[in-house]
């Protein structure tokens, strides 16, 4: 199948231009050349290489609506790719965590939706691939890791140790806690109930467990803490042998970022404060930051804003994190403020997360390229739209609006 998108202004690497863009056998063949094939009227319209989400955890609305309400993951896994199509995510990543903590964020729910994922892929509409969210004590996790390195399509591996950030000591601010396995990390008093039930109260919420469950499970959780650097270097040295991109996450120090740096984990995702963003600029390394830290002006617990770091030229992606609209209203705010020119700020939601997971197939608009488009409505000084998206030249999602 042949088609044409005629009259919309194409963002080009380099430039835009008001130009034609031919896609045939899912791959764009053909820039600035006659009509061929079936017409599609762009006009008045942005045509853009789709977005690329490479840490998206929004699906977790679906798998569990309200507190401790669970649907069926053949539902959530469907619903959630209608989402992507409709906001233009022509490739995402699930943010999917193995903890040790039951519940929504388990070992063995994480696999279920990653097994519904392989066994939904002929009726999904967008390529849903997996980051392997593991929380660094979770050695429950060990067998699911190998099982889902090997998925059809190659999944990304996030190092997390949201366990350490819990159990940093009560005089130690979330961003300044030291490099987690340095012998300078301070511990909470793990008989101080108070601050561990002030700490913990949503993770007890999530893991359905009542409050002395919870904690009797984090306690034998944290006597793994002598081992969790070997595991991580095994899981790391698995990963590199099979060409799995890896990252770390909430970074807030430079050592942490040569760390995993070292390790092959050469993408820093949200990092916290300058310390491991400017060691990452330094070590050659990417950086992510979430898309609705943008939208909102500002990270919601104090770190780096995503905005500033886009203007200081420490940031290479914008990750949909917990809401998928916030990639394209992002590049909206950042437009704005001009913050950058606007092809650079595309590049953060397309050809910059390409470049992180290592897909060179896709990210642009040019000849050999899969054509993974997103039909853009975008009136002056009004909020973006997506009319269409397009995956591998397929139509994935199309809208019409009433005018």
């Not at 199948?1 to 764009?28: K, S």
């Not at 209608?82 to 233009?88: D, E, M, S, V």
């Not at 590049?331 to 590049?347: G, H, I, P, T």
């Amino acid at each position: 199948m042949i088609q044409t998108f005629v009259g919309a202004d194409v963002y080009l690497p380099g430039e835009i231009a008001d130009t034609t863009v031919t896609v045939e056998d899912g791959a764009i063949v053909d820039i600035g050349g006659p009509v061929q094939g079936t017409l599609i009227d762009a006009r008045g319209k942005i045509l853009a290489p789709a977005l690329i989400d490479v840490h998206g955890d929004a699906f977790e609305r679906q798998v569990m609506p309200r507190p401790g309400v669970f649907f069926p993951m053949e539902t959530a896994v469907l619903e959630t790719d209608r989402q992507l199509a409709a906001n233009g995510i022509a490739t995402t990543y699930h943010s999917i965590t193995l903890s040790y903590e039951p519940g929504l964020r388990s070992v063995e729910r994480g696999r279920s939706m990653m097994q519904a994922i392989l066994d939904l892929a002929p009726r999904l509409t967008v390529e849903n691939r997996f980051q392997l969210r593991w929380e660094t004590f979770a050695f429950e996790a060990l067998e699911t890791l190998d099982w889902a390195m090997d998925a059809p399509l190659t999944p990304s591996l996030a190092f997390n140790d949201h366990l350490s950030m819990a159990m940093r000591s009560a005089d130690t601010g979330i961003q300044e806690r030291p490099f987690e396995h340095s012998p300078d990390f301070k511990v909470i008093d793990l008989n101080d109930a108070d601050l561990f039930a002030k700490r913990y109260r949503k993770h007890t919420e999530r893991s359905g467990l009542d409050y002395d469950d919870h904690k009797a499970l984090v306690h034998r959780v944290w006597e793994r803490r002598p081992d969790v650097v070997e595991t991580i270097h095994a899981v790391a040295t698995k990963a590199r042998a099979k060409g799995i991109p890896m990252l770390s996450h909430d970074d807030t120090q430079a050592e942490t970022r040569n760390f995993y740096h070292e390790i092959g984990a050469t993408t820093s995702e949200f990092p916290m404060t300058m310390g491991p963003a400017q060691q990452a600029r330094a070590n050659g390394d990417l950086i992510i930051f979430g898309s609705p830290n943008a939208v909102r002006g500002g990270s919601h617990i104090g770190s780096l804003g995503a905005g500033d770091m886009v203007e200081e030229g420490l940031c290479d992606v914008l990750a949909s994190d917990y809401y998928y609209p916030a990639m394209l209203a992002a590049v909206d705010r950042l437009d704005r403020e001009k913050r950058a020119d606007r092809l650079a700020l595309w590049s953060l939601i397309s050809s910059g997360p390409a470049r992180a997971m290592g897909l060179e197939d896709r990210g642009d608009i040019a000849v050999g390229k899969r054509a993974d488009l997103v039909l853009v409505d975008w009136p002056q000084e009004q909020t973006p739209a997506v009319q269409g998206t397009w995956v591998a030249g397929r139509a994935a999602y199309r809208a019409q609006s009433a005018r």
